[in-house]
């Protein structure tokens, strides 16, 4: 095994760990910051499969701003978990077994996919190539993007400063 | 060398199962976004892992569309939840019954 092998079983040890504790804690605070230590690993394997410019967004957008807003919201109305906190498990039991078969049919999949037992190479895709390439076959979908997130922008805005009655502020 | 495609592939599936599951069976709003986001972000992890197998940046750039749709997902979800949190003071889904 070489010292990128290595590095890429410790690192998807990481994330699947740190994601594992994050979807079972009842704090949501700790879940988010161990997300933040999953997102971080995803980061640190796109550097590895080549991808320096995905590595970088995914620690400025996914592990920067994304989960930020989640503590934003976490902290700004703490929600108290009461009761339960999963569902019951007559509710997701069938989800449960739909979600294994799938798991079962990927593994056997992927294992008698032909060509999936090939390593990957060491490949590198600089920030400029990557660029280009966007700008030059994805221009219109970078609009759209934008587009997209213009309308975000505007939904949360409103939804945000709705006046609407509200429950809990009448109850205060 | 790093390693086989297939263990790439591997370590995307059992983080989409993981988001599924907490997406599926946790009782509140903001976990369900969370597991969401963990099953785009192991959809990432696969189109990275596929771009460097078959040698094409065509897959890295659909990450970056990825990141784009889950910055605008987040974004309006929140909201949406901090709304109904105001309305209903309460972010079990079984509780918004107010059409019942």
Redesign the interface.
């Known amino acids: 095994m070489t010292l990128y092998g290595l590095l890429f079983y410790v690192i998807a040890a990481v994330i699947v760990a740190a994601t594992g504790i994050a979807v079972t804690r009842r704090n949501l605070v700790h879940a988010v910051v161990y997300l933040i230590f999953s997102f971080l690993g995803s980061a640190m394997l796109f550097y590895l499969l080549g991808a320096p410019l995905l590595a970088v967004l995914e620690v400025i957008i996914y592990a920067g701003a994304i989960m930020v807003l989640f503590l934003f919201v976490v902290i700004m109305i703490k929600p108290e978990s009461h009761g339960e906190m999963m569902f019951s498990l007559s509710q997701w039991a069938p989800a449960a077994v739909f979600s294994a078969v799938y798991v079962v049919v990927t593994i056997l999949m992927v294992a008698s996919a032909p060509g999936t037992e090939a390593p990957l190479a060491m490949l590198w895709a600089s920030p400029r190539e990557f660029a280009l390439y966007v700008f030059q076959h994805h221009w219109f979908l970078i609009e759209v993007v934008s587009l997209l997130l213009l309308v975000a922008l505007m939904g949360a805005l409103r939804l945000g400063k709705g006046k609407g009655k509200s429950q809990v502020e009448v109850e205060l | 060398?790093?390693?086989?495609?297939?263990?790439?592939?591997?370590?995307a599936?059992?983080?989409f199962?993981?988001?599924?599951?907490?997406a599926?069976?946790?009782?509140?709003l903001?976990?369900i976004?969370?597991?969401i986001?963990?099953a785009l972000?192991a959809a990432?992890?696969a189109f990275?892992?596929s771009?460097?197998?078959w040698?094409s940046?065509?897959g890295?750039?659909l990450?970056?569309?990825i990141?784009?749709?889950?910055?605008?997902e987040?974004?309006?979800g929140?909201?949406?939840?901090?709304?109904a949190?105001?309305?209903?003071?309460s972010?079990?889904p079984?509780t918004y019954n107010l059409l019942k």
């Open positions: 060398m790093i390693v086989p495609f297939g263990h790439v592939l591997l370590l599936g059992i983080l199962a993981l988001g599924m599951f907490c599926l069976a946790r009782r509140n903001i976990m976004v969370l597991g986001e963990i972000n990432s992890i990275v892992g771009a460097l197998h040698k940046i065509e890295q750039a990450v970056l569309f990141l784009a749709v889950a910055a605008t987040v974004s309006v929140l909201a949406v939840i901090v709304y949190f105001r309305r209903s003071g972010f079990d079984n």
